[in-house]
């Protein structure tokens, strides 16, 4: 006669630890069944998207949707500095949860070290800002990708970057300035300061001497038959060591000349942080230079005692008096 012998203790155990995940998994999975795919949220972080088009300048495209928006939102285009991420840059400048507030969407294009060592956008090379060709071309799919999948009011498209992407948004806006209804650049380059990474080095030193005229030539070669330009703000601290602040003003000149608009008809306010000095075109500010006393190099921004201890860290997204995101977002009437 055979016996059959009950199950070890150790076994009891396991069947009783499997049974235990198995009530948990179902008592927790929600009653509607499978759950669906999700918007990004600024909990979740950026996406990647890809496939958005040829991609001649091989950049990558990271997007923040937010789960609230209008039915056509408005679409802010960020360009990071040298040895940053999108995501870096986000988490410590707080763009997607301005974005999720606001209800605008938030695209990020990303250098890769394989283009640039540093993953610095390679705004002084001619053939990757050339209309149409390189990286430029790459920002250009992307956008018209996130806009035609996401509704975007083409009215409403702006763009701004930090160094490097600084120096890229000045080539947009040169070659595509239809598509923009405004664009800021922090302590970049103007259009034209440099040909090859020795001249960008030189220039970000040390300025390029040009006169307005030639300045804004640099930019009518680029699209001569064009007629309105977007709003432009220039931010630069007066202690940046990595770009030399001459640059900014050779920006302004350079959208003062192609807006046709006298140098002397700025008026300059002192601000706790420094000089605010404004240019106007038919009424409108068209140039504003933010001249930052103090200031190093970097996107300012203005956290309060919480946000400074959970804030992650970017050596180039420096606490300031001012805050550029809110001030960008209230200049382009995205935030009240």
């Known amino acids: 006669m055979k016996f059959k012998f009950p199950k070890s203790f150790?076994?009891?155990?396991?069947?009783?630890?499997?049974?235990?995940?198995?009530?948990?998994?179902?008592?927790?999975q929600p009653a509607i069944g499978p759950?669906?795919?999700?918007?990004?949220?600024a909990k979740m972080g950026l996406s990647e998207v890809k496939g958005f088009g040829s991609n001649p300048g091989r950049l990558s495209m990271k997007l923040y949707v937010p789960s609230r928006m209008p039915a056509k939102p408005p679409l802010v285009v960020m360009l990071h500095g040298c040895r940053q991420t999108p995501e870096g840059f986000d988490a410590a400048s707080g763009f997607s949860a301005l974005a999720r507030q606001c209800g605008f969407v938030l695209l990020y294009p990303q250098q890769s070290e394989a283009n640039n060592p540093q993953r610095c956008f390679n705004w002084f090379r001619p053939s990757a800002i050339a209309r149409d060709r390189g990286e430029l071309m790459s920002v250009r799919q992307m956008i018209e990708f996130t806009c035609s999948r996401h509704r975007i009011d083409r009215s409403r498209i702006y763009v701004a970057g930090l160094s490097a992407g600084g120096a890229l948004t000045s080539a947009l806006v040169a070659a595509y300035p239809g598509l923009f209804a405004g664009a800021a650049i922090f302590a970049g380059m103007p259009l034209g300061a440099a040909r090859d990474a020795m001249?960008?080095?030189?220039?970000?030193?040390?300025?390029?001497?040009?006169?307005?005229?030639?300045?804004?030539?640099?930019?009518?070669?680029?699209?001569?038959?064009q007629k309105t330009w977007p709003p432009i703000s220039i931010w630069h601290g007066t202690d940046d060591r990595v770009v030399n602040s001459a640059n900014a003003r050779a920006s302004v000149s350079q959208w003062l000349a192609v807006g046709g608009i006298n140098d002397d008809a700025g008026r300059t306010t002192l601000?706790?942080?420094?000089e605010l000095t404004q240019w106007k075109s038919k009424n409108m500010v068209q140039v504003s230079l933010y001249s930052l006393k103090g200031f190093g190099h970097g996107l300012p921004v203005r956290r309060s005692a919480r946000e400074g201890q959970t804030a992650r860290f970017d050596p180039y997204i420096i606490d300031a008096s001012i805050s550029a995101p809110l001030v960008l977002l209230r200049t382009w009437g995205l935030k009240s």
């Open 10 to 28: 150790s076994q009891i155990l396991k069947s009783q630890k499997r049974l235990r995940r198995t009530l948990e998994k179902s008592l927790l």
């Open 35 to 41: 759950r669906k795919a999700r918007r990004p949220s």
């Open 199 to 225: 001249s960008a080095m030189r220039a970000m030193k040390s300025g390029v001497s040009r006169s307005p005229g030639d300045w804004g030539d640099l930019v009518r070669t680029v699209s001569p038959d």
């Open 271 to 274: 601000k706790p942080w420094g």
